[in-house]
């Protein structure tokens, strides 16, 4: 990585720190409906602020798996919005939406001249717009078990056919267990 990406991903992570210190305090002391997203605000600081520092170290920048592992069991949902791209062509993204931490993440882009990450993406996650899904974590090695990767899971159709509904899944770096998903 460019010592300009560097930058970029140490200012926006210095963004969202300064945004999530304001979700911290959202809403009244006794306002239930913000109960969730300052929990989840105050856990999601403490995260970006060790990422922070890992990346001021020069620790590696997190990719797309430690991008979603940042939302294991959170309740997320699949949502589609289309756009006119370039040459007018119709484009079609497929976002997740997070509630408690109040995110649009994830887009799978679909257009003439696709720019998604992979061209089965769109297919396989399109009959999947409007469902609840969650990434859960792949764990591997014995008792000493780390996160290795994540699944994104569909719940709804789990509900349905009673048993997991796969819709794709993420490596996660090593040196991310250690600094986010510590305990
Ligand atoms: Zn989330
Ligand atoms: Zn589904």
Redesign the pocket.
């Known amino acids: 990585m460019t010592d300009e990406e560097t930058e970029a991903e140490l200012s926006l992570v210095r963004r969202r720190i300064s945004e999530l210190e304001m979700t911290k305090t959202a809403g009244g002391v006794g306002d239930i409906d913000f109960a969730d997203l300052r929990a989840?605000a105050e856990h999601l600081h403490v995260g970006y602020r060790r990422y922070l520092e890992h990346l001021q170290n020069g620790g590696p920048m997190m990719e797309i798996g430690e991008r979603f592992a940042?939302?294991l069991g959170?309740e997320?949902t699949l949502i589609a919005d289309s756009s006119e791209g370039s040459n007018w062509a119709t484009q079609v993204e497929i976002l997740l939406r997070?509630v408690?931490?109040d995110?649009i993440?994830a887009v799978f882009v679909a257009s003439d001249d696709l720019i998604g990450s992979d061209l089965h993406a769109y297919d396989s996650l399109e009959p999947h717009v409007g469902h609840e899904v969650m990434f859960v974590a792949q764990l591997i090695g014995g008792n000493n078990h780390h996160v290795g990767g994540v699944d994104l899971v569909c719940r709804a159709c789990e509900k349905n056919s009673q048993r997991p509904v796969h819709l794709f899944g993420s490596e996660v770096g090593d040196w991310f267990g250690d600094l986010w998903l510590k305990k």
Do not use: P, T, Y
């Open positions: 989840n940042i939302h959170h997320l997070g408690a931490c995110q993440l």
